[in-house]
């Protein structure tokens, strides 16, 4: 089974802190997507990432940034926190090859910015 | 951008009924995929169906099917013989070929099953 771990389930961080989000996948797979949940608003994509040290900037990467240095790990980073990135953050990764295509999720990363 | 509408925000279903979410989609492109998302409260999402577009069947999972109708844009989720465990959000998410196959996801519809 395809497992997806992300480093906290719940975090509070002071407004201006630096704060890393980390996510594990076990299957090699080739892409690895950061999305953040708000009620109301679905799930809105960050970054992804389709390779080691590639990245691309999804519909709301403002105040974000990622680290792919590796093809298991990827880092969600908020170089200086803000109230309104409290959020919930949820990790997927996919397959890059033909015919499934599915994502597979984390379990999520409560976030408040205080 | 693909946009995918869910106009349902809110529904409940009495237990062993059937309930059908909607879900619509704006693509210019004739090949992609369609999903359907199920996130339990307080727990992970994971798939419930896929569709490809290509595909004229409508797709089937146990209690889950979907109403798949390309020339509308309109991709619907009915759910029989409702259980309690299927209370949850429901996601709806449209997928094209391309860089990461990146996914683009609706708004949900929160569905609870009333004993």
């Known amino acids: 089974d395809v497992k997806v771990t992300q480093s906290s389930r719940y975090l509070v961080k002071r407004t201006g802190e630096k704060v890393f989000l980390e996510c594990v996948q076990d299957m090699d797979h080739e892409n690895m997507f950061w999305y953040r949940q708000d009620p109301g608003l679905g799930l809105r994509l960050i970054y992804f990432s389709y390779d080691v040290k590639m990245k691309e900037k999804g519909d709301i990467p403002e105040g974000y940034s990622v680290s792919r240095e590796k093809k298991e790990r990827f880092s969600l980073i908020l170089e200086s926190a803000s109230t309104n990135q409290t959020s919930m953050y949820l990790c997927?990764?996919?397959?890059?090859?033909?015919?499934?295509?599915?994502?597979?999720f984390g379990p999520g990363t409560r976030l408040t910015v205080t | 951008a693909q946009t995918v509408t869910q106009s349902q925000p809110e529904m409940s279903v009495q237990e062993a009924e059937t309930v059908t979410l909607s879900c619509t989609y704006d693509t210019s492109e004739s090949n992609y995929y369609l999903f359907w998302y199920k996130q339990p409260p307080s727990r992970q999402m994971i798939l419930v169906i896929r569709?490809?577009?290509?595909?004229?069947q409508n797709a089937t999972e146990n209690r889950f099917s979907v109403n798949f109708q390309k020339a509308a844009k309109s991709f619907s989720l009915k759910i029989s013989d409702s259980q309690l465990g299927d209370t949850a959000m429901y996601f709806c998410a449209f997928m094209k070929h391309n860089t990461g196959n990146q996914f683009y996801f609706g708004t949900g519809t929160s569905l609870t099953v009333i004993p």
């Open positions: 997927a990764s996919s397959s890059g090859g033909q015919g499934n295509y599915e994502q597979y």
């Open positions: 569709q490809e577009a290509y595909k004229q």
